[in-house]
C-alpha cells in the first residue's frame, strides 16, 4: 500500500528537513540555553555535543535511505 497524496505533500528532501532542524535546535540552544556565554560549563557543552551526534546519526539515516 502505497501513500501518494503523502508523497506530495513531502517535496523537502529529508536530509534537507534535518539539518534544517538542526540549525533552529542550534539558535535555540544559543539564544534560550546561552551556549556561547562566558560562563559555559561542561553541561551546556555536553548537550551541544549529544545535539551534534543526533544530528550526525539522522544525516547518515536520512542519506542511506534516500539512495534506496
Known amino acids: 500500500m ?29 539564544l534560550v540555553l546561552e551556549i556561547w556565554n562566558e560562563e559555559t560549563n561542561i553541561f551546556k557543552a555536553s548537550i551541544a555535543l549529544v545535539w551534534t551526534a543526533i544530528f550526525l546519526i539522522a544525516l547518515f539515516y536520512t542519506d542511506k535511505y534516500d539512495q534506496k
Open 2 to 30: 502505497e501513500f501518494h497524496y503523502l508523497k506530495k505533500i513531502l517535496l523537502i528532501n529529508k536530509s534537507t528537513l534535518v539539518i534544517a532542524l538542526y540549525v533552529l535546535g542550534i539558535i535555540f540552544c544559543a
